[in-house]
T-cell receptor, first 113, second 115 residues
Framework: SQQGEEDPQALSIQEGENATMNCSYK?????LQWYRQNSGRGLVHLIL?????REKHSGRLRVTLDTSKKSSSLLITASRAADTASYFC?????????????FGEGTQLTVNP | ETGVTQTPRHLVMGMTNKKSLKCEQH?????MYWYKQSAKKPLELMFV???????ENNSVPSRFSPECPNSSHLFLHLHTLQPEDSALYLC??????????????FGSGTRLTVV
């Protein structure tokens, strides 16, 4: 079954507004990561939050993690048209040798100028 | 440029053709991955290589054959594909096998169309 599920599937906002995307997962994790993908391109790693962390910031990005609810959120503040992309959460399940990332279906963010 | 280079960027092939996708990284990473991205579906992990050794084959049909001659290069050999194999194929690498604390670095992908 799919590990990470993003919500909403699509989000359209105006430039300058904040964008919030949510991710839910099912199993214990080592860490959770957010990636961004521009249309037809590869994914770019944005931020990683470990299972013992609750909040992390990087520039205009803020990520929260609630392991009791098995959920995470990504907040992009003061959005720009260039933030238009798909955003994916990925979970690294509880560490075993060769553990790997499992991705959700993504949220398509459109920032209108 | 992320440090992971995939070639070709686009590939159109017939169902009877044989072709190969190439991935190259010079980041000093020791783990490499092939993912398949189809429309409206999550990324699907296909193969994992740690220190050149294949550690996972995620029930991928035998018409996809990976090869990892060294830690910097990864190939995906394709033969007798089906139209439903059309997708974006993404290569990724990570620093230490079994640990993803630094995230994956992805290539730009190969857009494959099977006709």
């Amino acid at each position: 079954s799919q590990q990470g599920e993003e919500d909403p599937q699509a989000l359209s906002i105006q430039e300058g507004e904040n964008a919030t995307m949510n991710c839910s997962y099912k199993t214990s994790i080592n860490n959770l990561q957010w990636y961004r993908q521009n249309s037809g391109r590869g994914l770019v790693h944005l931020i990683l939050i470990r299972s013992n962390e609750r909040e992390k910031h990087s520039g205009r990005l803020r990520v929260t993690l609630d392991t009791s609810k098995k959920s995470s959120s990504l907040l992009i503040t003061a959005s720009r048209a260039a933030d238009t992309a798909s955003y994916f959460c990925a979970t690294d399940a509880h560490p075993t040798f060769g553990s790997r990332l499992t991705f959700g279906e993504g949220t398509q963010l459109t920032v209108n100028p | 440029e992320t440090g992971v280079t995939q070639t070709p960027r686009h590939l159109v092939m017939g169902m009877t053709n044989k072709k190969s996708l190439k991935c190259e990284q010079h980041l000093g990473h020791n783990a490499m991955y092939w993912y398949k991205q189809s429309a409206k579906k999550p990324l699907e992990l296909m193969f994992v290589y740690n220190f050149k050794e294949q550690t996972e084959n995620n029930s991928v049909p035998s018409r996809f054959s990976p090869e990892c001659p060294n830690s910097s290069h990864l190939f995906l050999h394709l033969h007798t594909l089906q139209p439903e194999d059309s997708a974006l194929y993404l290569c990724a690498s990570s620093q230490v096998p079994g640990q993803t604390n630094y995230g994956y670095t992805f290539g730009s992908g190969t857009r494959l169309t099977v006709v």
